[in-house]
C-alpha cells in the first residue's frame, strides 16, 4: 500500500513522538511505510516526513470499485448493488451494504456473502495482529525480523545478519548462552545461564572430590609410616654380627627414617594440598545461588514485562476493532452520538497505542538490564572458572614435587645401608670374631706309647 495517499480526518499534533508528523484535518499524505502496529509513515505536500496513528486517516479509494487481486491488474472488480468498498486503518478491506448495514472483510475483492446475507460478523486477519515493538514510530521490528523465545527477542537469523561476537575467537562465556537448551530428559529447556551455574558447582564439587582423594592419599602415608616404624622396631635378625650386622641394623634404621620422611610428607600434603583444595571458596555454593536469584529476579520482570505488553497489544487491538466499527456506523448513517462515540473510541485507541509503546519501553529496559547482568555475571563466571583451574593445577604441581622430594629423601635414607653392604667383608668379620671368643691354637697331637 506504499505510494497511496489518504486525506487527514483528525489533527495530529506529533509533539509525544520524537518522529511524528505534524498535520490538521482534510491535508493530503501520500504513505511511504505501511507496518502492521497501527502507525504508518507518510509525507505531507510541504515535503515533511513523519509517522502518524493510522486511525487519524482514510485512504482515498472510490466507493463500489476494488483494485483487481494479484496478477490480474487489467481487471476490475464491480461490486453487487448496494456494497461499498472500504480500507481499515489497517490496510485491511471490508464492505458495507447499505441497505441492510451489514459488513465484514474478505480477501478475493468480492464481498464476504451476497447482499441478502445478513448478520455478518467482523473479524481480522492473523496479519493484522500486533507484534513487539512495532506500535512505536522508531521501533519497526515485526515478525518479519524478530523472533521470541521464553519472553526473550532474537533477532530473526533469516532477516539480519549474524551479530558480532563480544569476545571473538575467545569462546567466551558472554556470547553463547543466551538462549534455552532442551532437557537431554525431555523435560522441557534448560536457560544458558543455569547451565553455567550447574558448570561451575561440577567444578566446585569436583575440588572437593579431589580434596578428598588427597585426604585418603595422606591416609595410605601414615599408616605407611606408622607400619614403617613398627618393623624398624621389630627384633629379629638383631643378633646378627660383624659388618653384616652392622648393614642389617642399618637396614631396620633406614625403615624408621623412611617413616619420618611419609609422615612429613603426609603433613605437607594436607597442609599444602588438601587443605587449600577444600578451603577454596569455601562460601562458593552460597555465591553462587546469589547470582543465581539475581538473574531469575530479572528474567521473572522481564516475563511480567512481557506479559504486560501483550496484555496491551490486545487492548490495542480491541480498541482499534471498536475504532473500525464506529468508523464504518459513521460512514453509514451519521448522528451526533456517533460522532461523539467516535471520538471516544479515537482517544482510548490512541491511549492504549501509547500504553502499549510505554510497555514496550519498559520491556526494552528490563531486556536491557538483564542483558548487561547477563554479560557481567557470565564474565565473572569464566574468570572463576579460569582461577579455580589454575588453582588447582598449582596445587598438583606441589603434590608432585613433595612426591619427588619424598622419593628423594626415601633414596637418602638406603645410601648408608648400600655403603655398609658395600664394607660387608666376610674375612674380616671371621677376624673379629675369632678374636673375641678363640678358645686356643693349639692342635691336638697322636698320643705316643
Known amino acids: 500500500m506504499s505510494g497511496a495517499r489518504c ?11 520524537g518522529q ?4 490538521a484535518a482534510g491535508e493530503l499524505i501520500t504513505l511511504l511505510q505501511v507496518p502492521d502496529g497501527g502507525w504508518w509513515e507518510g509525507e505531507k505536500e510541504d515535503g515533511l516526513r513523519g509517522w502518524f496513528p493510522a486511525s487519524y486517516v482514510q485512504l482515498l479509494e472510490k466507493p463500489g470499485m476494488v483494485p483487481p487481486p494479484p496478477g490480474e491488474e487489467s481487471q476490475t472488480v464491480v461490486l453487487p448493488p448496494g456494497w461499498q468498498s472500504y480500507l481499515s486503518p489497517q490496510g485491511r478491506r471490508y464492505y458495507v451494504n447499505t441497505a441492510t448495514n451489514v459488513n465484514g472483510y474478505h480477501t478475493s475483492g468480492t ?42 527477542t532474537f533477532p530473526h537469523p533469516d532477516t539480519m545478519p549474524e551479530q558480532q561476537l563480544l569476545k571473538p575467537t575467545e569462546w567466551s562465556y558472554c556470547d553463547y548462552f543466551w538462549a534455552d537448551k532442551k532437557d537431554p530428559q525431555g523435560n522441557g529447556t534448560v536457560a544458558g545461564f ?30 605407611y609410616a606408622k607400619n614403617l616404624a613398627k618393623l624398624s622396631q621389630n627384633s629379629l635378625a638383631a643378633q646378627e654380627e ?4 652392622e648393614a642389617w641394623a642399618q637396614v631396620k634404621k633406614s625403615l624408621a627414617d623412611e617413616a619420618e620422611v611419609h609422615l612429613k610428607f603426609s603433613a605437607k600434603l594436607h597442609s599444602e594440598v588438601e587443605k587449600p583444595l577444600m578451603n577454596f571458596r569455601e562460601n562458593f555454593k552460597k555465591d553462587m545461588k546469589k547470582c543465581d536469584h539475581h538473574i531469575a529476579d530479572l528474567r521473572k520482570q522481564l ?7 501483550e496484555k496491551a497489544r490486545k487492548a490495542l487491538t480491541e480498541r482499534q476493532r471498536d475504532l473500525e466499527m464506529k468508523t464504518q456506523q459513521l460512514e453509514i448513517k451519521l448522528s451526533n452520538k456517533t460522532e461523539e462515540d467516535i471520538k471516544k473510541a479515537r482517544r482510548k485507541s490512541t491511549q492504549a497505542g501509547d500504553d502499549l509503546m510505554r510497555c514496550v519501553d519498559l520491556y526494552n529496559q528490563a531486556q536491557s538490564k538483564w542483558f548487561e547482568e547477563m554479560v557481567t555475571t557470565t564474565l565473572e563466571l569464566e574468570r572463576l572458572e579460569v ?17 619427588h622430594e619424598t622419593d628423594m629423601f626415601n633414596q637418602s635414607t638406603v645410601e648408608p645401608v648400600d655403603q655398609l653392604l658395600r664394607k660387608v667383608d666376610p674375612a674380616k668379620d671371621r677376624e673379629l670374631w675369632v678374636r673375641e671368643h678363640k678358645t686356643g691354637n693349639i692342635r691336638p697331637v697322636d698320643m705316643e706309647i
Do not use: W
Request: aromatic letters at 6%; proline letters at 4%.
Open 7 to 17: 486525506r487527514t480526518l483528525y489533527p495530529f499534533s506529533g509533539e509525544r513522538h
Open 111 to 152: 464481498p464476504a456473502h451476497p447482499p441478502e446475507t445478513a448478520h455478518m460478523s467482523v473479524r481480522k486477519s492473523t496479519g493484522d495482529s500486533q507484534n513487539l515493538g512495532s506500535s512505536s514510530p522508531g521501533k519497526k521490528h515485526s515478525k518479519e525480523n524478530t523472533i521470541t523465545i521464553n519472553c526473550v
Open 303 to 309: 516475563a511480567s514485562r512481557y506479559a504486560a505488553v
Open 194 to 223: 543455569e547451565l553455567l551455574l550447574q558448570k561451575q558447582l561440577k567444578g566446585k564439587q569436583m575440588q572437593k572430590e579431589m580434596s578428598e582423594f588427597i585426604r585418603e592419599r595422606i591416609k595410605i602415608e601414615e599408616e
Open 387 to 403: 582461577e579455580r583451574v589454575e588453582m588447582i593445577r598449582q596445587h598438583l604441581c606441589q603434590y608432585t614435587q613433595l612426591r
Open 20 to 23: 511524528g508528523l505534524r498535520f
Open 242 to 245: 660383624g659388618s653384616l650386622g
